[in-house]
């Protein structure tokens, strides 16, 4: 039974269950066995091709375990019948294990190299792998393996240098490394020094990590408004009076110089002079805080549609009441847009409602409230390693993170997307302070340190002090050369893996 490519797949699946961030309880050691599984199915596999499909299923499977929320959005808010919504994030774990599977392949490739070399080379195809999830068809850079060890702060301390993909490379190399150890003792020290090297490493970033800046005083709130009346047109005073209302509460506790409100806390046109938007506006002339609020916006065209639609925040502040905004620049599929709508025959809204058809921003600069210059990333844009870089490059010294994860109910995705965004206050060396409807909110430290606001589905404001920070990480300065690097060594790799199957085959035939 041991043996069996079934047994190892639910291994893979209980691992990713429980390794990464979910409402039951997390034990960051288990997502190990995700890589570890894979490499032992992909090794031991006689050919490329079972390697690929013993690997797709396994990881097929942990992906499901991880991604089932997706059922949720998809059924209580694109009023899909239950019966179509389950097979929805099926659909998308089974394409998320394609990945896997091609990490299985590799595996099996690496067959033909030395025990040792395998090793690095299946850490640095791990890298390789989280990397084309991140980029093709859009994107999805939720499993991430290091966001699984953020509640161990001192393992992830490297994604400074090499960043959060990296720091899952040397976290897939310890894995391999102890599947590998049977066959070759430096593979067991390989798999021993990857996590001593984090640790190391993380200790010395910590003990010497000090606040070279002043203190400022961010608040945000948590409005908590029920995802399935927000947009209805009779609760848009309600919802504007009560963020008005904790906004005032948190001002007179800790008189903070910004509030942040989350991703389209607004359900109307803030940009339009309208009776709703009169009192925010009202609430920044008459206070010191600079206010941020999520609300959709609109631009007039003169092609076939008469305007198009963007997620945006907005920024007020105090002096005169001036207004800037950031226009969110990578948008939800299939839910803030439908992928190569132009080339499909049939509309989606057959199958689903309440699909958006937003565009791309187009954003500069950082947004300024006083000392603050801030990097704005809206929902899960803070998944993504990239977007948070360009936010730093373009002189973000605070990053943001609005978002609406009311959409996910209570299950693992909030959890997920609080570890994920972590990830990216430690790579730029940014505070992070993350505004959400329904949680989960917080502030975030250099250090990827999580305080949380508050739990999840109840009200609240609450406030923190964010240094804002100019120095840049090693991380950001290397950023494309690590990236260089890295398909270069894969190129090398790939090279020493066909020159060497000649002679694999030769000797195959030998024995």
Not at 136 to 163: K, R
């Amino acid at each position: 039974m041991l043996t069996s490519p079934l047994f190892w797949t639910l291994a893979a699946g209980l691992g990713a269950l429980f390794g990464y961030a979910n409402p039951w309880g997390q034990l960051p050691a288990l997502a190990l066995l995700l890589p570890a599984v894979l490499a032992a199915l992909g090794l031991a596999a006689p050919t490329p091709w079972t390697a690929f499909k013993q690997t797709w299923r396994a990881g097929s499977v942990a992906s499901l375990v991880c991604l089932y929320w997706v059922y949720w959005p998809v059924m209580h808010y694109g009023e899909v019948n239950w019966a179509l919504a389950l097979p929805v994030p099926v659909l998308l774990a089974m394409g998320m294990g394609g990945y896997f599977g091609l990490f299985g392949l590799m595996a099996q490739l690496s067959n033909r190299l030395t025990p040792i070399l395998g090793t690095l080379f299946l850490g640095l195809a791990w890298v390789a792998m989280e990397l084309t999830q991140a980029t093709l068809l859009s994107g999805f850079s939720w499993l991430t393996l290091a966001s699984a060890f953020v509640p161990w702060p001192i393992l992830v301390q490297a994604a400074s240098v090499i960043g959060a993909h990296g720091v899952s490379g040397v976290l897939a190399m310890t894995a391999v490394g102890l599947v590998l150890g049977t066959r070759s003792k430096a593979c067991l020290a390989l798999a021993l020094c990857g996590p001593l090297a984090l640790a190391g490493y993380g200790w010395l970033r910590m003990d010497a990590y000090t606040e070279t800046t002043p203190a400022h005083s961010v608040a945000l709130v948590q409005g908590n408004i029920d995802q399935s009346i927000k947009w209805d047109p009779t609760y848009q005073t309600e919802t504007v009076a009560k963020y008005l209302r904790l906004s005032r509460d948190i001002v007179a506790k800790a008189d903070p110089e910004l509030i942040v409100w989350p991703e389209t806390s607004m359900p109307f046109y803030f940009q339009d002079e309208t009776p709703l938007r009169k009192p925010a506006l009202d609430f920044v002339r008459n206070g010191k805080a600079a206010l941020m609020v999520g609300a959709p916006a609109y631009e007039r065209t003169t092609g076939p549609g008469s305007f198009v639609l963007y997620n945006r925040a907005f920024l007020l502040t105090p002096q005169g009441a001036g207004m800037d905004s950031y226009d969110k620049e990578h948008l939800v599929p299939f839910g803030e847009y439908v992928p190569l709508s132009g080339l499909i025959p049939l509309p989606l809204d057959m199958f689903v409602s309440g699909v958006g058809d937003f565009v791309s921003g187009r954003n500069d600069k950082a947004l300024k409230a006083g000392d603050l210059a801030l990097g704005v990333l809206i929902c899960y844009e803070a998944i993504f390693a990239n977007l948070a870089q360009e936010r730093v490059a373009r002189g973000a010294n605070v990053l943001i993170n609005i978002s609406n994860d009311a959409w996910f109910g209570a299950t693992s995705a909030p959890h997920q997307h609080l570890q994920l965004t972590a990830l990216r206050a430690i790579e730029q060396g940014r505070y992070v302070v993350r505004s959400t409807n329904t949680g989960l909110s917080a502030f975030i430290d250099p250090l990827g340190r999580i305080r949380l606001a508050g739990s999840q589905f109840q009200e609240l404001a609450a406030a923190g002090m964010v240094h804002p920070r100019t120095e840049l990480t090693p991380f950001h300065v290397a950023y494309m050369w690590l990236l260089g690097a890295l398909w270069t060594l894969m190129a090398v790799f790939a090279i020493l893996i066909i020159r060497s199957a000649p002679r694999a085959d030769q000797n195959r035939s030998l024995r």
